[in-house]
């Protein structure tokens, strides 16, 4: 009868199904390409490096069989042992009763203390090993000072330049980790799961540890791990407090190798391999720990606001807990906003020793910190674009199954998490400052790094996004006649809006402050705040470093503070959006 | 319009099968229900059907055009067929207009029709007043009608209904049934409705196929699926129901212990001796009536409860076999009292034992 219309009909279907298909096949091939050069490149030329000798250029185990051979080699890799299960233990013991006592009692200044604990998580650690140095350097340190004018000893009381020094810097800056993470799984804890052991006859104490504990246990021991993985990958601490007394580590090693001429690029290729292997096996027991036990329990809604009264012990409770507050943001930030206000720090601060003429110099006399101002505001803005970018292209294709090969791409973007910063440095420029692509000294390669170091947060940002929205909202869209593309661009785009904004300050942050992935990459002409405050604390001028800090400090507070205020207005929005059942 | 003709359609997720080779055939302009509890392949179908999925096997096709099959799958937006979401799935950001212009707008159509094909998708849904409200502004009822009046708008050939009323508190559910069935008989837009809920598919669906374990167990009207199901699953799915296990003695003969019971037998079991199942709704027993001599049976009362417009009677009427009665509320049996309970043979109808076993 009628067969015509139905043929012509199932023939123009036929179309748009390949024109379709050519297109997703398009965006993949241009991510797996993109991912490739960001990702593949770097890491394969690490491992094709590791494996090539220095002088020769042939291949060769040597690199490795050294590794293990020479004490020069074993002993940084020893003392980053120590130093990351040091930090690892300290931020543990200072960080999960630090979290219990502002989620669960009512300790005063709670709100106080857990604002600074934030703040202590936005300060990039080498700038509070800066502060420190102001304050503990065994001589000229303010609190030295102090202890020799009051005491009349000749003896410093604190020495920063030692591995003390630099376990407590790096402890107190990654309290923050253990702290969120226990911290949010008490209050995502249904409360109801305590009433019941009380309702049986349990008292607070014992509640606590046969029902509270257990059930954080998850998040105390991944906030134990991912501080190991700091105090192992951190590289401007210890730069700045143990190089000096000729101590180093793992990364300042990585560094050496950087700084002798020729650079010893194979050999420091094979040196990135245990931290790679320590680093990937610790986010395989965070993996492990996270899939066996949820600690995030059903039902996330706010808690009823009954604390545990502390009574007498509300005092003892607030001085421990203002430790971290003031040894990681109050002393050091006073240090170097005062010194920053000197005209020669040794003067003391005193009312004729203040000036604001080094931040006169930063800003508008001094060519290279405006340069590296402009630089840092740029490529941060740049790499956090192409950041979510991509992370929302894999996210959508993952979160929507949408193509076979969507695990693939995960997996790929989610790497340079086990990644340390300094080893992509390293792989950046092993693969990058060759023929055929020199692009040394070029902004290009910088933004390249950041936006590989950053892209596992850009896609898990993506992806919670994502999971808010409900695919129903998007097939309905299919439903009534709208293509894959129009539905990206008309429903899911304009949900996504506000948690986008977020996200995207949420890489902006880490890559403003971020300095061992840019370490090797920078040339004059490409420095950022932080590799500029790096090269000038080795000049010595303290008053201009403490400047330029300052003005970093400042520039990340103010985006945190814009961060908040999208992320309320998003969630905001998520919970109106939930409320319609739009979210699963 | 067009028909809906489904054939060996199945699907697979790797080892389990959900769907095993289903044929349905939707003729235009019908209302078709697709019944059954989680997991039956119900909401599999669905999603086929809209062109989410690609079927394992089989085809489907739509007023004669081929729309699915494993070689080739005609995306959801080149169908004309529209979905309606459990979740309502209203877009939060566009205001109910906007939702509803949204598939008109993709047409392109002259500002005038655009217009005239809105105000008659709001009328139809009774929106016309809230045209201005953000979803939020809406209550869950009020949203489902966007959701439906969405899908409407774009003048599909078919509409698709996924468990829509599920979300709703019981009584707007009621009142949706009718409105649903209402603004089919104005369209007459061929349909196929998902649901779990046996009252929902009674009331609205001119045909009701009973899924389970990724097969139709039957197909028909609402009257024969209740009065002459075509199994035990069946029978006991829709409404409530009495499974008496037994021995088959003869065609249409059930012993029950020293009782033999007369029955229609649908079993279409071979032998005799077999293990079997007599199904009857509680609203046909009765009790301590003289109904005759066939297929009355001595009980105990074991628990009688009040429901207002009928009494729920438990009767032991052999070890470990109780048979529920719903009678006449002024009827006050008392628990340990002895009863007569009275089967009528033309409501009895025997089965083969349901195979509860999982689907493999």
């Known amino acids: ?149 009051l005491s009349g000893a000749d003896w410093p009381l604190l020495n920063i330049y030692s591995m003390t020094g630099t376990i407590f810097v790096c402890s107190i800056y990654t309290v923050p980790y253990t702290f969120t993470l226990v911290s949010s799984a008490l209050e995502e804890m249904p409360v109801e799961l305590e009433d019941a052991a009380t309702t049986l006859g349990s008292g607070v104490l014992k509640t606590m540890f046969s029902v509270t504990i257990p059930l954080v246990m998850p998040a105390v021991l991944v906030g134990f791990i991912l501080s190991f993985i700091q105090g192992m990958t951190l590289f401007g601490v210890p730069a700045f407090l143990l190089t000096p007394s000729g101590t180093l580590v793992v990364t300042t090693k990585l560094a050496e190798f950087y700084q002798l001429f020729p650079p010893a690029l194979y050999m420091s290729a094979a040196y990135c391999m245990p931290l790679i292997a320590i680093t990937g096996m610790l986010f395989y027991a965070r993996r492990r720990i996270l899939g066996r036990r949820q ?259 400042f520039a990340t507070l103010i985006v945190v503070l814009l961060a908040r205020f999208v992320t309320e207005g998003a969630a905001y929005r998520r919970r109106n959006a939930a409320s319609l059942g739009a979210a699963p | 319009m067009s028909d809906i003709d489904i054939r060996q359609l199945s699907k697979s997720y790797g080892a389990y099968q959900a769907l095993k080779s289903i044929d349905l055939h939707i003729p235009d302009g019908a209302l078709l229900a697709l019944l059954g509890p989680s997991g039956c392949g119900k909401s599999t179908t669905l999603q086929l059907l809209a062109g989410f999925d690609t079927p394992s096997g089989g085809e489907i096709r739509a007023g004669g055009e081929l729309i699915s099959s494993p070689q080739r799958v005609v995306p959801p937006e080149r169908r004309g067929i529209s979905l309606v979401f459990q979740n309502y799935a209203v877009w939060p950001h566009k205001t109910v207009a906007e939702n509803v212009a949204f598939g008109l707008k993709l047409r392109k159509l002259p500002r005038a029709e655009l217009d005239a094909r809105l105000s008659k998708a709001l009328e139809a849904v009774r929106l016309t007043p809230l045209r201005e409200r953000y979803p939020f502004e809406l209550s869950g009822g009020q949203q489902q009608r966007v959701a439906l009046a969405r899908a409407l708008a774009v003048e599909p050939r078919i509409l698709l209904l996924d468990e829509p009323l599920s979300n709703l508190d019981a009584h707007l559910r009621e009142e949706m049934r009718f409105e649903i069935r209402r603004v089919h008989d104005e369209l007459g837009i061929t349909t196929v409705y998902v649901t779990h809920d046996q009252g929902e598919a009674l009331v609205t669906a001119d045909e009701v196929a009973v899924m389970k374990g990724g097969i139709v167990q039957q197909l028909g009207s609402p009257e024969d699926i209740f009065e002459r199901p075509s199994n035990a699953f069946v029978a006991s799915f829709i409404g409530s129901n009495n499974e008496i296990p037994g021995r088959r003695e003869a065609p249409g003969q059930l012993r029950i212990g020293d009782t033999l019971l007369h029955a229609e037998d649908r079993s279409g079991l071979p032998g005799i001796g077999t293990k079997a199942v007599l199904c009857i709704r509680p609203s046909r027993v009765r009790l301590g009536e003289a109904g005759g001599d066939a297929n009355m049976l001595n009980g105990v009362v074991r628990r009688s409860a009040y429901l207002g417009e009928y009494r729920d009677v438990l009767i032991e009427i052999a070890a470990n076999t109780n048979v529920r009665a719903f009678v006449s509320p002024h009827i006050r049996p008392q628990p340990g009292e002895p009863v007569r309970v009275h089967l009528p043979p033309e409501h009895c109808q025997i089965f083969a034992v349901p195979d509860d076993a999982p689907a493999s």
């Open chain 1, 1 to 149: 009868m009628a067969s015509s219309p139905p043929m012509s009909a199932a023939r123009s279907a036929s179309v748009g199904y390949r024109r379709h298909h050519a297109f997703r096949l398009v965006v993949l091939v241009i991510l797996l390409a993109v991912l490739a050069l960001l990702i593949v490149q770097p890491l394969g030329w690490i491992v094709f490096n590791s494996f090539h000798d220095d002088d020769t250029g042939r291949w060769t185990l040597r690199n490795y069989a050294q590794i293990f051979a020479s004490t020069s080699l074993w002993a940084p890799l020893f003392n980053s042992l120590l130093l990351a299960t040091a930090v690892a233990v300290i931020s543990t013991l200072l960080g999960v009763p630090l979290a219990w006592l502002v989620a669960r009692t009512d300790m005063p200044m709670r709100g106080f203390i857990r604002l600074f604990t934030m703040a202590a998580f936005v300060t990039p650690s080498f700038i509070g090993a800066l502060g420190w140095i102001l304050l503990a350097a065994p001589n000229s340190g303010w609190l030295n000072v102090g202890w020799r004018a």
């Open chain 1, 295 to 553: 600690f995030t329990t059903v039902g996330g809604k706010g808690r009823a606001g009954r604390k545990i009264r502390l009574k007498g012990w509300r005092l003892v409770a607030l001085v421990f807990a203002l430790f971290v507050p003031v040894t990681a943001v109050v002393l050091p930030y006073v240090a170097i906003v005062l010194v920053s206000l000197s005209r020669a720090w040794g003067l003391g601060p005193v009312p004729s020793n203040l000036t604001l003429h080094w931040y006169r110099w930063a800003i508008f006399e001094n060519a290279e910190t405006q340069r590296a101002i402009v630089n840092s505001l740029v490529y941060a803005g740049i790499a956090a674009s192409f950041c979510m970018v991509i992370g929302i292209l894999v996210a959508y294709i993952v979160e929507r199954k949408l193509l076979r090969g969507a695990g693939l791409l995960a997996a790929l973007v989610t790497i340079p998490i086990i990644i340390p910063g300094i080893v992509l440095s390293v792989g950046f420029f092993s693969a990058y400052t060759r023929q055929p692509l020199n692009l040394y000294g070029t902004a290009m390669l910088i933004i390249a790094a950041f936006v590989a170091t950053f892209l596992p947060i850009a896609y898990s940002q993506a992806g919670s996004i994502l999971k808010g929205i409900s695919p129903d909202l998007e097939r309905a869209a299919r439903s009534v006649g709208a293509s894959e593309a129009r539905t990206f661009a008309s429903i899911t785009a304009p949900l996504m809006r506000g948690g986008l904004v977020a996200g995207w300050l949420l890489v902006f942050i880490p890559i403003m402050r971020e300095l061992s992935v840019a370490i090797f990459l920078v040339s004059p002409r490409t420095n950022v705040m932080t590799t500029l405050i790096y090269n000038y604390k080795d000049g010595g001028n303290y008053e201009a470093v403490c400047a330029a800090s300052a003005l970093l400090l």
